[in-house]
T-cell receptor, first 119, second 114 residues
Framework: AQKVTQAQTEISVVEKEDVTLDCVYETRDTTYYLFWYKQPPSGELVFLIRRNSFDEQNEISGRYSWNFQKSTSSFNFTITASQVVDSAVYFCALSDLEVSSSNTGKLIFGQGTTLQVKP | EAGVAQSPRYKIIEKRQSVAFWCNPISGHATLYWYQQILGQGPKLLIQFQNNGVVDDSQLPKDRFSAERLKGVDSTLKIQPAKLEDSAVYLC????????????FGDGTRLSIL
């Protein structure tokens, strides 16, 4: 069965600190997608990034970076120089890459990590 | 591009009453999802539509929950009768057709059962 684990329930940092959010996943599939979503207090889930299982190249986008390691089934997310506006709940999610009768491409979410950035 | 629209934003009802939520997906998105998010947890898929057909409703409590997407665009999710454990945020999402397409979410409906 597929499973996503975000072991960190809550993280609190002071503005300008770097912070890494951990994500570990389980799947029997050899091909899959991984996602990160941000949920600010307003409630809307905002898509941040998608990575497929073929591509282990790490990615940097502004203050955000992602470290995908297939060998350890991890897809960690780092915010550099955190800001108060980064305060939100962050979700890691997993989805099948190949749709079949048993795989519909639905997202399997982790429990989420609440990030609080203090001024 | 307009995002996913949901209404109402909040709803408070008593147990055993019925309630309905509405969702309008992003234009051109054939796939529509309803998720339930209980406080402190990640969203859990209730039902997935491809156009007006159901792709996955394996986790939908069919004795009390129903959903439809008659014309392949808007969708409604209904709960009848509501139970205390249905208190949650109900999120609607849509995506383009194809595996791995990012799902785009609405603001959700926060349901409280008294």
């Amino acid at each position: 069965a597929q499973k996503v684990t975000q072991a960190q329930t809550e993280i609190s940092v002071v503005e300008k600190e770097d912070v890494t959010l951990d994500c570990v996943y389980e799947t029997r599939d050899t091909t899959y997608y991984l996602f990160w979503y941000k949920q600010p207090p307003s409630g809307e889930l905002v898509f941040l990034i998608r990575r497929n299982s073929f591509d282990e190249q790490n990615e940097i986008s502004g203050r955000y970076s992602w470290n995908f390691q297939k060998s350890t089934s991890s897809f960690n997310f780092t915010i550099t120089a955190s800001q108060v506006v980064d305060s939100a709940v962050y979700f890691c999610a997993l989805s099948d890459l190949e749709v079949s009768s048993s795989n519909t491409g639905k997202l399997i979410f982790g429990q989420g990590t609440t990030l609080q950035v203090k001024p | 591009e307009a995002g996913v629209a949901q209404s109402p934003r909040y709803k408070i009802i008593e147990k055993r009453q019925s309630v309905a939520f509405w969702c309008n997906p992003i234009s051109g998105h054939a796939t529509l999802y309803w998720y339930q998010q209980i406080l402190g947890q990640g969203p859990k898929l209730l039902i997935q539509f491809q156009n007006n057909g159901v792709v996955d409703d394996s986790q939908l409590p069919k004795d009390r929950f129903s959903a439809e997407r008659l014309k392949g665009v808007d969708s409604t999710l209904k709960i009848q009768p509501a139970k205390l454990e249905d208190s949650a945020v109900y999120l609607c999402a849509s995506s383009k057709t194809g595996t791995g397409q990012p799902q785009h979410f609405g603001d959700g409906t926060r349901l409280s059962i008294l």
